[in-house]
């Protein structure tokens, strides 16, 4: 649930980009955070975990109207990739609303995608929270490699693959260029907004 501030009448939204390592979470959050620069009252946060370029969370609040007359402030996080470190996953999966699963394209990494999805299940049962429950958007990023000759996964598989029984919303994204990355935010934001307003009845 939410964290809901009562003196400063705010609810804070939590939203978490989740999927394998170097999929391109990092990337949809750099990308948002030049597109909303002005929007955005707080320093990009980034904590490099040892030897590999992933960030272990990226923050960064933007108001957008209100519910119940609390003003709404939302955080983006992402979580690293790598399989090592999934206590730190877990950890910031606590108090999640809403989740953007990035997965990636490539041919190579189909297994990743279907190992940390199901890794997210797992992380979320910790919590008490289902996967089939909770606003998740999944995006199938790097789409824009297959104009340099790298083989992808055809829209269908990655849907077969992993969105079958779940049915979320999905977007075909290339997070380097922007393709879709603002509509993903946008659908989560939305989703997970139109979630709190039925808990907080």
Sequence with gaps: MAFVNLKKREVQVKVVYY?????????????LYKKFKERIKTEMVAIKTHGDRTLFFDFLPFDI???????????????PGQVKYNATRRLVLRGVDGIVFVADSM????????LSLKNLQENLATY??????????LQYNKRDLSEH????LS?????????????????????LIGTNV????????????ASLQRELK
Excluded: H, W
């Excluded at 109207?65 to 979580?79: C, E, F, M, S, W």
């Excluded at 992993?162 to 919303?169: H, M, R, S, T």
């Design 65 to 79: 109207g209100k519910i119940k007359g609390y003003n709404i402030r939302v955080q983006l996080y992402t979580v």
């Design 128 to 137: 008490n929270k289902n996967i089939f429950k909770i606003p998740l958007v």
């Design 107 to 114: 041919k190579v990494r189909r297994e990743k995608n279907l």
């Design 149 to 152: 000759g790298i083989p992808l």
């Design 19 to 31: 999927g394998p390592g170097r999929g391109g979470k990092t990337t949809n959050l750099e990308y």
């Design 155 to 175: 829209p269908e598989i990655l849907k077969n693959d992993l969105n079958a029984q779940l049915k979320a919303p999905s977007f075909e994204a290339s997070a």
């Design 182 to 193: 603002v509509l993903t935010m946008k659908k989560i934001i939305t989703m997970t907004l």
